[in-house]
T-cell receptor
Framework: AQSVTQLGSHVSVSEGALVLLRCNYSSSVPPYLFWYVQYPNQGLQLLLKYTTGATLVKGINGFEAEFKKSETSFHLTKPSAHMSDAAEYFCAVTRTAGTALIFGKGTTLSVSS | ETGVTQSPTHLIKTRGQQVTLRCSSQSGHNTVSWYQQALGQGPQFIFQYYREEENGRGNFPPRFSGLQFPNYSSELNVNALELDDSALYLC???????????FGSGTQLSVL
């Protein structure tokens, strides 16, 4: 069975600081990994995804994530936080394209000025 | 703007009632999935439809059912509502299975 663990339900950073949101997964097969962002009263928006190939994945809004198989991790980073990055972030895993996404519980990112 | 519209945005029902939630996908999106997001949790997969046939289901009882129509709209029906059904219900569509999912803003269901 597949599962996702997001470490830290709430992360607070100052504007301009590094953002690091942690995600570890469990999968018996090579996983497809995703990060989604959810702003208040909105649906989920795809930030980036890893399927195969290059392990460092760049997404929208300056975010990137690195797939580390040995650590079963897919942490999300952004060099410099912006106030508009404040939102809920979800890591998700699936075993093949087109199958159900399994989400973590989410991490709320707060950005202070 | 994802092009996926859900209605209603909010709904209040009482235990034991039935509810129908609606989703309108982008034209050409043949795959639609429904997810349940309880407060403080990540979304959980309910089921997926492809060309009007259910082709995947999560760990939800049969009282959760769905329909997909040729006009790219779909429904989620829940019978015999329970208090634990209170959640945000998200619809997501894609042009083909495995392609990028576009999520709607969800329907917030409260069961009293």
């Amino acid at each position: 069975a597949q599962s996702v663990t997001q470490l830290g339900s709430h992360v607070s950073v100052s504007e301009g600081a590094l953002v690091l949101l942690r995600c570890n997964y469990s999968s018996s097969v090579p996983p497809y990994l995703f990060w989604y962002v959810q702003y208040p009263n909105q649906g989920l928006q795809l930030l980036l995804k890893y399927t195969t190939g290059a392990t460092l994945v760049k997404g929208i809004n300056g975010f990137e994530a690195e797939f580390k198989k040995s650590e079963t991790s897919f942490h999300l980073t952004k060099p410099s936080a912006h106030m508009s990055d404040a939102a809920e972030y979800f890591c998700a895993v699936t075993r093949t394209a087109g199958t159900a996404l399994i989400f973590g519980k989410g991490t709320t990112l707060s950005v202070s000025s | 703007e994802t092009g996926v519209t859900q209605s209603p945005t909010h709904l209040i029902k009482t235990r034991g009632q039935q509810v129908t939630l609606r989703c309108s996908s982008q034209s050409g999106h043949n795959t639609v999935s429904w997810y349940q997001q309880a407060l403080g949790q990540g979304p959980q997969f309910i089921f997926q439809y492809y060309r009007e046939e259910e082709n995947g289901r999560g760990n939800f009882p049969p009282r959760f059912s769905g329909l997909q129509f040729p006009n790219y709209s779909s429904e989620l029906n829940v019978n015999a509502l329970e208090l634990d059904d209170s959640a945000l219900y998200l619809c997501a569509s894609s042009a083909r299975q495995g392609e990028k999912l576009f999520f709607g803003s969800g329907t917030q269901l409260s069961v009293l």
